[in-house]
Every structure is written in structure tokens, then in C-alpha cells.
């Protein structure tokens, strides 16, 4: 099996070096594929691996990935990483997703993904090996040969949701995602921080107020797609982004944050998609 691997940078941190080098030794190839308005190539390891892309504009989590898988696709390879630049790898486990591919047959598997250690009331599976419904983007090996079966990630969505659709397009095919619990991936939440509420303990996520319209936006076009496929599942998404509406006025901007996803909502009676444009100009 060949493993190439794609980080998608906006406005990257120093820190994208260290996390770069928790997962470059394993593959073959990293695409870097770069939405910020300047270049960060100064800020990666220096390795022949890296193919550093350079948009000069934000072409969103969707476009950037379907970008890599060409390219990857064209280089022939069979597995992708996918990595956001605020992902590392836990230790040296990382080894174990490719092991995993190396050794079962996957030929039905679509995505093979790690734990994500992030702030959540979910609890970890007790179970080595399970079988989600949809895990994030980050930190996952995606089977190409699958991903051109099911069709690419959807670039109406721009960014968020965009992770999701693509796991419950595979589950919707007859394909699986199998993810490896004791394989740990490092991931950031928003600014993720947790506010006792009439002594219960709320997680607020303290995403951008954007961020906040794309989420409500994308939910909704998602539970469109796919409610006849699985209702139980986009019957408790709009159940979240209902509480959400509430927990967003514990943040700072909340008021501006639940605008944006009444925002959201009225843009997607509209069936707007792609890009959220302010006064015909991209923001």
C-alpha cells in the first residue's frame, strides 16, 4: 500500500512544525495545501516529502481536500491522511493505523480513524476496535478507491460539516469506518472550555461567530440529505444545534453568534451554499 498524507493550513501557528513531524515519517508524500492570503512554507520541516500549495485565498476545508485526493490519485497512491494543522499524534501509535491496513482486508473500509482526545461529554468506547457512524476529518486515513467510488466531499458546504457528510455518504454505501481507540489523536476543539451552569458543567465550543453560521447552514443541508437514511442520527443533530442556539449566549460575542446561525438558517430556506458573502463580497 502507498500512504500520502494532506494538512489544510489557514493562518497557521508555530506549532504546525511539531505537529507536521508527529505524522510526516509515516507517509511518503505530505500535500500542504495552504488557504491563507500569505505564504507559511518558512514555518514546515524541511523534507522532500512536502508539496507545499499555496492558494492565496480561502477555498474552504472541502475544495482543499478534494485537491488532495487528485493529487493524490494522480501520484497513484492508495491511502490518504487527512490532518488539520491543530492535530498531532499521541506518542507513536499512529503506526497502528497503517499496521491496521496492512494486515485486514479493506476493501469495504472506507476510513480508518484514531480516537480524537478533544473536550466532549462523549464517552471513549471501552473496546479496542469500534464501528461509528461519522468521526472528523482529522487524523483519518481515507481509502481512495472508495472516495472515487462515493464521490468527493461536498463544496457547497465550504467548511463544517463537510467531515460528517462524507461518513455518512460511506456508511450510505455499504461501506465502513473503522476507528482505533488506543491510537490517540492530539485535536482542538474551537477554544473549547467548560462553564457550570446551575451546577452542571457546560462545554462551550467558543467558535467564531462564521463558524457558527456554517454549522447551522451545513447541519441543516445534511439533515436534508440524509434524514430518510438516518433518522435517529439527524434527529439528535437538530437537537444539538437547538441547545446550541442557548449555549452560544454563555460566550463571549454571543449575541453575534446566534445572529449568525439565525443567519444560517435563513440562508439555507434560501438554498445558499459555498461561501458565506456579506454584501456580494467573501468573507
Same mark, same amino acid.
Given at each position: 500500500?502507498?500512504?500520502?498524507?494532506?494538512?489544510?493550513?489557514?493562518?497557521?501557528? &508555530?506549532?504546525?512544525?511539531?505537529?507536521?513531524?508527529?505524522?510526516?515519517?509515516? +507517509?511518503?508524500?505530505? #500535500?500542504? +495545501?495552504?488557504?491563507?492570503?500569505?505564504?507559511?512554507?518558512? *514555518?514546515?520541516?524541511?523534507?522532500?516529502?512536502?508539496?507545499?500549495?499555496?492558494?492565496?485565498?480561502?477555498?474552504?476545508?472541502?475544495?482543499? *481536500?478534494?485537491?488532495?485526493?487528485?493529487?493524490?490519485?494522480?501520484?497513484?497512491?492508495? /491511502?490518504?491522511?487527512?490532518?488539520?494543522?491543530?492535530?498531532? /499524534?499521541?506518542?507513536?501509535?499512529?503506526?497502528?493505523?497503517?499496521?491496521?491496513?496492512?494486515?485486514?482486508?479493506?476493501?469495504?473500509?472506507?476510513?480508518?480513524?484514531?480516537?480524537?482526545? @478533544?473536550?466532549?461529554?462523549?464517552?471513549?468506547?471501552?473496546?479496542?476496535?469500534?464501528?461509528?457512524?461519522?468521526?472528523?476529518?482529522? $487524523?483519518? *486515513?481515507?481509502?481512495?478507491?472508495? #472516495?472515487?467510488?462515493?464521490?468527493?466531499?461536498?463544496?457547497?458546504?465550504?467548511?463544517? !460539516?463537510?467531515?460528517?457528510?462524507?461518513?455518512?455518504? @460511506? &456508511? =450510505?454505501?455499504?461501506?465502513? +469506518?473503522?476507528?482505533?481507540?488506543?491510537?490517540?489523536?492530539?485535536?482542538?476543539?474551537?477554544?473549547?472550555?467548560?462553564?457550570?451552569?446551575? $451546577?452542571?458543567?457546560?462545554? !462551550?465550543?467558543?467558535?467564531?461567530?462564521?463558524?457558527?453560521?456554517?454549522?447551522?447552514?451545513?447541519?441543516?443541508?445534511?439533515?436534508?440529505?440524509?434524514?430518510?437514511?438516518?433518522?435517529?442520527?439527524?434527529?439528535? *443533530? =437538530?437537537?444539538?444545534?437547538?441547545?446550541? %442556539?442557548? @449555549?452560544?449566549?454563555?460566550?463571549?460575542?454571543?449575541?453575534?453568534?446566534? @445572529?449568525? %446561525?439565525?443567519? $444560517? +438558517?435563513?440562508?439555507?430556506?434560501?438554498?445558499?451554499?459555498? &461561501?458565506?458573502?456579506?454584501?456580494?463580497?467573501?468573507?
Amino acid at each position: 500500500m502507498k500512504y500520502v498524507g494532506t494538512v489544510i493550513l489557514y493562518h497557521p501557528e &508555530k506549532s504546525i512544525k511539531e505537529n507536521i513531524m508527529s505524522y510526516l515519517p509515516y +507517509i511518503e508524500k505530505l #500535500y500542504v +495545501i495552504d488557504n491563507s492570503m500569505y505564504e507559511n512554507k518558512a *514555518l514546515l520541516p524541511k523534507s522532500k516529502k512536502i508539496v507545499y500549495v499555496n492558494n492565496k485565498q480561502n477555498l474552504g476545508i472541502a475544495q482543499s *481536500l478534494n485537491l488532495a485526493c487528485t493529487k493524490a490519485l494522480e501520484d497513484s497512491f492508495d /491511502f490518504i491522511l487527512t490532518m488539520d494543522q491543530d492535530s498531532k /499524534f499521541k506518542e507513536k501509535k499512529i503506526s497502528k493505523l497503517f499496521s491496521y491496513v496492512n494486515n485486514n482486508n479493506c476493501d469495504n473500509i472506507g476510513i480508518i480513524s484514531p480516537y480524537h482526545n @478533544i473536550l466532549t461529554k462523549i464517552k471513549k468506547s471501552d473496546e479496542v476496535i469500534d464501528h461509528p457512524l461519522e468521526v472528523m476529518t482529522s $487524523g483519518n *486515513l481515507l481509502n481512495l478507491k472508495i #472516495y472515487q467510488k462515493v464521490g468527493p466531499f461536498n463544496e457547497d458546504l465550504f467548511i463544517d !460539516c463537510v467531515d460528517t457528510w462524507m461518513c455518512l455518504n @460511506i &456508511k =450510505k454505501n455499504g461501506y465502513d +469506518i473503522v476507528r482505533l481507540n488506543d491510537v490517540i489523536l492530539e485535536h482542538k476543539l474551537g477554544n473549547a472550555s467548560i462553564k457550570k451552569i446551575f $451546577g452542571k458543567n457546560i462545554i !462551550c465550543s467558543n467558535h467564531a461567530p462564521i463558524r457558527r453560521y456554517y454549522m447551522m447552514r451545513n447541519t441543516l443541508y445534511l439533515i436534508e440529505k440524509f434524514k430518510n437514511d438516518f433518522p435517529l442520527y439527524c434527529k439528535y *443533530l =437538530k437537537k444539538v444545534q437547538n441547545h446550541q %442556539m442557548i @449555549i452560544v449566549l454563555l460566550e463571549k460575542n454571543g449575541f453575534k453568534k446566534f @445572529i449568525m %446561525m439565525l443567519k $444560517g +438558517i435563513k440562508d439555507y430556506k434560501k438554498n445558499i451554499k459555498g &461561501k458565506y458573502q456579506q454584501g456580494g463580497k467573501n468573507e
